[in-house]
Nanobody, 128 residues
Framework: QLQASGGGLVQAGGSLRLSCAASGRTFSLYTMGWFRQAPGKEREFVATITWSGGASSSTYYSDSVKARFTISRDNAKNTVDLQMNSLKPEDTAVYYC????????????????????WGQGTQVTVSS
């Protein structure tokens, strides 16, 4: 029900845009997020976006990507994107999108155990 795309190989300092397409249900009221797993490491939180009423959404980022990555959603298209700028070799990982049918804000949204739906992952490789 979640399909991630947009990964690839990029040089350090470059940009990539990941997209996650949701199908099968309406995710507009869900908390959606991106997580990543680097080789030999545990999966970690990257960013989340939560509907906060009307046309507004609340976003939350890990310190390691803040000011470089931007998460956004298009409820009409049922997609959530992750724009990644100023990429670093340490951003190399498999990136997963996830969704949960509840609203979580801020630090509470970073707990990956709360998420019910996961995409298959897309590889991002940043060369130095």
């Amino acid at each position: 029900q979640l399909q991630a795309s947009g990964g690839g190989l990029v040089q350090a300092g470059g940009s990539l845009r990941l997209s996650c397409a949701a199908s099968g249900r309406t995710f507009s009221l869900y908390t959606m997020g991106w997580f990543r797993q680097a080789p030999g490491k545990e999966r970690e939180f990257v960013a989340t976006i939560t509907w906060s009423g009307g046309a507004s959404s609340s976003t939350y980022y890990s310190d390691s990507v803040k000011a470089r990555f931007t998460i956004s959603r298009d409820n009409a298209k049922n997609t959530v994107d992750l724009q990644m700028n100023s990429l670093k070799p340490e951003d190399t990982a498999v990136y997963y999108c996830a969704a949960v049918a509840r609203t979580y804000f801020g630090q509470y949204s970073r707990n990956q155990n709360l998420y019910d739906y996961w995409g298959q992952g897309t590889q991002v490789t940043v060369s130095s």
